[in-house]
């Protein structure tokens, strides 16, 4: 079993950027495909990225593309959101999620097994 935890939510002006981070843990040796998604009040959970296990494969949603970044560190189980140019519509709990299927990234969230506890993000105008 995974635990994953997140870390750089806040408030920021539009226009500005924010660095989430999402560690896991719990299943040394097995690394994680790991996504972000993130949920404003009132709506449904939205895929925001996804990073493969090696970190080779990466996936944005559209309203993201070009603005965020998902990387993630040489121990692998480290996943870095770089998010530029904010905008108010970009506010929301931003989630990590993690998936232990190999060679299959999924943009749903039902397809994933362990979440973190998610961060805010606020934009203002």
């Known amino acids: 079993q995974a635990q994953l935890v997140e870390s750089g939510g806040g408030f920021v002006q539009v226009g500005g950027s924010l660095r989430l981070s999402c560690t896991a843990s719990?299943?040394?040796?097995?690394?994680?495909?790991i996504a972000w998604f993130r949920q404003a009040p009132g709506k449904e959970r939205k895929f925001v990225s996804v990073i493969s296990t090696t970190g080779f494969t990466k996936h944005y949603g559209d309203s993201v593309k070009g603005r965020f970044t998902v990387s993630r560190s040489s121990d692998t189980n480290t996943v870095t959101l770089q998010m530029n140019n904010l905008k108010p519509e970009d506010t929301a709990v931003y989630y990590c999620a993690a998936s232990s299927v190999m060679n299959v990234l999924y943009t749903s969230p039902f397809e994933y097994e362990y979440w973190g506890q998610g961060t805010q993000v606020t934009v203002s105008s």
């Open positions: 719990g299943r040394t040796g097995s690394p994680y495909a």
